[in-house]
């Protein structure tokens, strides 16, 4: 069924109170010994318009042979027991929509409903919804007036009550046991064939719906971790039953994931596990979440992920990954590029040499730029930036030896085009004239010119 009407609910305990004069008009009626009451509660229900049982409602419709959908629209309040948090002008019948099935939800990640009260030692329910984000708390506030009505709330250290007639509906549709994960003196939730079974047969959108909640609430919400660049979008949880029903629905929505198995390191914590929804080549897979979480927000734009988590997956989707082709840690070519830059200007900050290696078609991000500045021969005070003599004549990141091999390989071929005999070049340079034939005869080269270096400076117009 994916309606719920007032006599899908659990009789007991609860109670209702219609608007002042259907309540009197419908209680006129009948006598206090059709009804089986006492005279007193009789007249508390009607003339002082009291809340009544749900059953005597419904008895009452049935005598009448009215349908209960006409005293809808009549409701003023449905609450759990006399004294409980009633929602005001209820909106029946409730329909299980993705509203429905995101605040259901909430109460197994950061809400909680079974409690144990060690005042009263017994088990309390009180269902509760803790966020100290002022944006999730607002909008779940919201939520919930507009899938279930009005009700009474106090904000305290982060967290609201909820009314627990709430509670009565989700237990008395769905094989749920318990929405408590975290006491030990409380039965905690299990998951059952019956439930799992019914949340395979979910549309895509409702699926959709329960994966944004599982983010809002056990997601990271950090701007480190949801940087658009490396974005890694995970859930926790140490319910085993819960991560097995977020493993359904992302496996029926073609989503791919990983989980990892936290052991826990002391006593009292729990083994949690995360799941880890993978990138993938190109943000494929990312793309797949966000398309699901656009069809999901032109019909119910109240469910909705964090401004922050919405904007970095949105980023995450155009985000192209440029690699800088020699690698900086593979190439010397970025210090190269620093070396002669410094050589040049003498001296420089950040924000120039950034300017100069996107020019010349180097991306790099501002830690990276230190890595490379942390191995050259550089000064920096108050910012600027600038050669150390004394360490920069025995640099560039090769020996003496090996610069002023690489020097005499250019003097050598460049003599030798312009007629000079191979012994001659030799006796200028002081070097073996042997040498100087295996250079002129490309029979050898020196080692700065092996790799990937020299092919990508002509490749690039550099050296």
């Known amino acids: 069924m994916n309606r719920i009407c007032l006599k899908d609910l659990k009789k007991e305990n609860i109670y209702v109170r219609l608007m002042k004069r259907s309540q009197r008009k419908l209680f006129s009626k009948f006598t206090p010994k059709e009804l089986k009451l006492k005279i007193r509660s009789f007249y508390f229900y009607k003339i002082k318009n009291g ?40 909106k029946f019948p409730i329909i299980k929509d993705p509203f429905y099935w995101n605040i259901l939800f909430s109460l197994f990640c950061d809400g909680s ?50 009314p627990p007639i709430i509670d009565t509906i989700f237990k008395s549709e769905h094989d749920i046991n318990s929405f408590n994960n975290k006491s030990h003196k409380v039965p905690k939730f299990k998951l059952t064939n019956k439930f799992k079974n019914e949340i395979k047969k979910l549309n895509d959108q409702t699926k959709t719906a329960i994966v944004v909640r599982y983010l809002v609430d056990e997601g990271d919400k950090s701007k480190i971790s949801l940087n658009p660049r490396n974005i890694n979008l995970t859930i926790s949880n140490t319910s085993k039953g819960l991560i097995r029903i977020i493993e359904i629905i992302l496996r029926d929505l073609k989503i791919k994931y990983k989980i990892i198995k936290k052991p826990r390191i002391k006593r009292k914590w729990k083994t949690a596990y995360i799941v880890q929804i993978i990138r993938s080549k190109e943000r494929k897979n990312i793309k797949v979440l966000y398309d699901h979480y656009k069809r999901l927000q032109k019909e119910y734009s109240l469910i909705k992920l964090t401004k922050i988590q919405e904007e970095s997956i949105k980023n995450a989707t155009k985000y192209k990954y440029k690699r800088s082709m020699p690698e900086f840690s593979q190439s010397k070519e970025i210090h190269y590029l620093v070396y002669k830059f410094l050589q040049r200007k003498k001296k420089s900050n950040f924000q120039e040499i950034n300017k100069m290696l996107i020019s010349k078609k180097f991306n790099l991000s501002m830690t990276s730029l230190l890595n490379v500045l942390k191995r050259m021969p550089i000064t920096k005070i108050k910012g ?60 050898a080269k020196p080692k700065i010119l092996h790799g990937k270096w020299p092919s990508e400076l002509k490749n690039r117009h550099l050296n």
């Open 384 to 443: 600027v930036i600038h050669l150390n003599k004394k360490k920069a004549r025995d640099y560039f990141s090769y020996s003496k030896k090996e610069i002023i091999n690489f020097t005499n390989f250019y003097k050598a071929t460049i003599a030798y085009s312009k007629g000079n005999k191979i012994a001659t070049i030799g006796r200028k340079l002081k070097i073996p004239w042997s040498t100087v034939r295996d250079w002129v005869y490309k029979r």
């Open 113 to 162: 409903s079974d409690q144990w009260s060690s005042q009263k030692n017994k088990k309390l329910c009180l269902p509760a919804y803790t966020s100290y984000s002022k944006e999730i708390m607002k909008n779940y506030i919201y939520l919930i007036k507009h899938k279930f009505g009005n009700f009474h709330y106090n904000i305290f250290d982060g967290s609201i009550h909820i």
């Open 51 to 90: 809340a009544f049982p749900l059953y005597l409602l419904l008895q009452m419709l049935n005598k009448l042979r009215i349908k209960e959908g006409v005293v809808y629209s009549s409701i003023n309040e449905i609450k759990r027991g006399q004294r409980s948090t009633p929602i005001v002008r209820p």
